[in-house]
């Protein structure tokens, strides 16, 4: 049974940085779509980013695009989200996503709140 465990999340200010881990266990996640997902309070879940197992990269438009970046450590089966620059509107629980085909892997999230 597959697992992720996201960490990473905090209060920071605007203008800040963090980096989101994902951790995932249990069972080989090669040739899955890596992905985080957020939720603003009172939106619905937004696509951030995702990475391939051949290190193909998409972000969301704006606005993440150019602010957020996604990697891996395949090494340590983890993928990480570095979020630089963050603003206010950035404040949501993050969500990793392990998904190919039918099957799909949610984490519990983590909470990145920014003050301004």
């Known amino acids: 049974q597959g697992q992720l465990v996201e960490s990473g999340g905090g209060l920071v200010q605007a203008g800040d940085s963090l980096r989101l881990s994902c951790a995932a266990s249990?069972?080989?996640?090669?040739?899955?779509?890596m992905k985080w997902y957020r939720r603003a309070p009172g939106k619905e879940r937004e696509f951030v980013a995702l990475?391939?197992?051949?290190?193909?990269?998409?972000y969301s438009e704006e606005p993440v695009k150019g602010r957020f970046y996604i990697f891996k450590d395949s090494a340590k089966n983890t993928v990480y989200l570095q979020m630089n620059s963050l603003q206010t509107e950035d404040t949501a629980i993050y969500y990793c996503?392990?998904?190919?085909?039918?099957?799909?892997?949610w984490g519990q999230g983590t909470q990145v709140i920014v003050s301004s």
């Open positions: 990475i391939m197992t051949n290190g193909g990269i998409l």
């Open positions: 996503n392990a998904a190919l085909g039918a099957y799909n892997y």
């Open positions: 249990g069972r080989t996640f090669d040739g899955y779509f």
